[in-house]
Every structure is written in C-alpha cells, then in structure tokens.
T-cell receptor, first 115, second 108 residues
C-alpha cells in the first residue's frame, strides 16, 4: 500500500511570490485535505477536496487555493506569499469524506520558508 | 468553535517509565484520532478511537465520549517515543481540530 507522498520536502520563497505544493494520495483514497502547521502549534485545516471539488474550508484567505486531479493527487497553491505563511504544510488523504471508519493519513509535509 | 486541550504540555521521562497523556474537548465529537509527530515532522497515526479502549503494543488509548476526554497510555517508554503527541477530533465538518499537543522527551 503506497502512503501519502508530498513534494518538495523543503522550499524557500520570497515574500510576494507564488508557490505550488504537491501531494499524492494513499492508494484507494479519494479525499484529500491540506493542513498548515506553524512552529510550535498544532496543524490547522486549510481545505478538503473530494471528487475534484472543494467540500470544506478552514479560516484561510482566498490566496490559498487547491486542485484535485482525477487520479486523486492534489496541489496547494499560495499566492502573494507573506512571512507568516512560513510553516509545515501537511497533506492528508482518506478513503471517503465522511467521518466514520475513515481516518486521515498524513504525508511527511513540505516545510516552506518565506523570506 | 470546539476547544481541544491536552495535558501536560511538556513531559520528561526516564526510559522505561510509564505515562498518561490527556485530551479534553469542549463539545461532542464524532470521532477522535491520536497522532505522534516525530522530530522530523512526520505525523503518524496511533489510534482512531471514537469510544472505548484500544491497544497497540506498548500504547493504549481510551475515549469516554460522554465525558469528553481521551487518554493515551505509554508503557515502558523508549527514546524513540520522543516527539509531540496530538489528539484531534472530528465534529460535524470534514476536518480535524487538533489539540495543543504534549511534547514528550524520553531520556536514556
């Protein structure tokens, strides 16, 4: 069984730039979500995608956007980067979007530094 | 929104010792997961436990949903147990709310 994989592992960007992070879901999983983890804090929900559509969003501005592809892989795009966007970005997949018997499985994350 | 609080915030153990980590949540939840985040940032599933007790090797977890808490037990701790332990809860939405975490350090 292939786990959740993310790329790149580390990334350094300049304030104002745009960034794209990528995620491949665990095999058999059709739902993907993204989380932001600032240093010393717990992960915070950004959004979730199911069947290529966003079906849940946390308290993040529109410059955070995403895509899910037919093979269930996903992208997180962040425009107009700010210093506070520096964080570990975690992708997670699950078999289906409901809560029952469908735990989240996380990738190793992408550590983004904005200078 | 729901509040998820974990205690203690920090814990230092001698290798071989046992510990109990607690997670309190402020509202009813549909499910709960415990995670271990290792020093490299990897978030590893430990338990998916809406209620009752589960065991996996040296670790076990108990959730009492009616009283809004969950406990994670670590027995015979090892240095590889070091890291941050998070509980996270599912409410009616599609996302997880994470707790504040417990940072565990196991010293040889």
């Amino acid at each position: 069984e292939t786990g959740v994989t993310q790329s790149p592992t580390h990334l350094i960007k300049t304030r104002g730039q745009q960034v794209t992070l990528r995620c491949s879901s665990q095999s058999g999983h059709n739902t993907v979500s993204w989380y932001q983890q600032a240093l010393g804090q717990g992960p915070q929900f950004i959004f979730q995608y199911y069947r290529e559509e966003e079906n849940g969003r946390g308290n993040f501005p529109p410059r955070f956007s995403g895509l899910q592809f037919p093979n269930y892989s996903s992208e997180l795009n962040v425009n107009a980067l700010e210093l506070d966007d520096s964080a570990l970005y975690l992708c997670a997949s699950r078999q289906r979007p409901g809560q029952y018997n469908s735990p989240l499985h996380f990738g190793n994350g992408t550590r983004l530094t904005v200078t | 929104g729901i509040q998820v609080e974990q205690s203690p915030p920090d814990l230092i153990l001698q290798e071989g010792a046992n510990s109990t980590l607690r997670c309190n949540f402020s509202d009813s939840v549909n499910n709960l997961q415990w995670f271990h985040q290792n020093p490299w940032g990897q978030l590893i599933n430990l338990f998916y436990i809406p209620s009752g007790t589960k065991q996996n090797g040296r670790l076990s977890a108990t959730t009492v949903a009616t009283e809004r808490y969950s406990l994670l037990y670590i027995s015979s701790s090892q240095t590889t147990d070091s890291g941050v332990y998070f509980c996270a809860v599912y409410t009616g939405a599609n996302n997880l709310f994470f707790g504040t975490g417990t940072r565990l350090t196991v010293i040889p």
